[in-house]
């Protein structure tokens, strides 16, 4: 069984950096989509950045810049280097995992076979 268990969460100010960690368990299969997602309250799940297997990454318009995504295999580890935080970044994150590609990803995470249960990042200005 798969557990993605996400940390790292916190509040900083305005400018500030934070890095999220995904330790995934489980995870049998040589290929992979991992992304990180955050869903802000009253607001819908959107995606913020995604690396798979073949080492290709994808950054949200919003991340661009200012977000780093990156895995260690040996660890275990998806990881999501946030630098420049801004207010708007506010929002609980989560980290998924896709066993085939970044389809899923890129529509927004539906269909993505495991979740983490998030982790709340609170940027004040």
């Known amino acids: 069984q798969v557990h993605m268990v996400e940390s790292g969460g916190g509040s900083v100010q305005a400018g500030g950096s934070l890095t999220l960690s995904c330790v995934v368990s489980?995870?049998?299969?040589?290929?992979?989509?991992m992304g990180w997602f955050r869903q802000a309250a009253g607001k819908a799940r959107e995606e913020v950045a995604a690396?798979?297997?073949?080492?290709?990454?994808t950054f949200a318009d919003s991340a661009k810049g200012r977000f780093t995504i990156s895995i260690d295999n040996a660890k275990n580890t998806l990881y999501l280097q946030m630098n420049s935080l801004k207010p708007e970044d506010t929002a609980m994150y989560y980290c998924?995992?896709?066993?085939?590609?970044?389809?899923?990803?890129?529509?927004?995470?539906?269909?993505?076979?495991?979740w983490g249960k998030g982790t709340l990042v609170t940027i004040s200005s």
């Open positions: 998924a995992a896709d066993a085939v590609d970044c389809e899923g990803y890129l529509r927004g995470g539906y269909g993505m076979d495991y």
């Open positions: 489980g995870y049998r299969y040589s290929r992979y989509c």
């Open positions: 690396i798979d297997s073949d080492g290709w990454t």
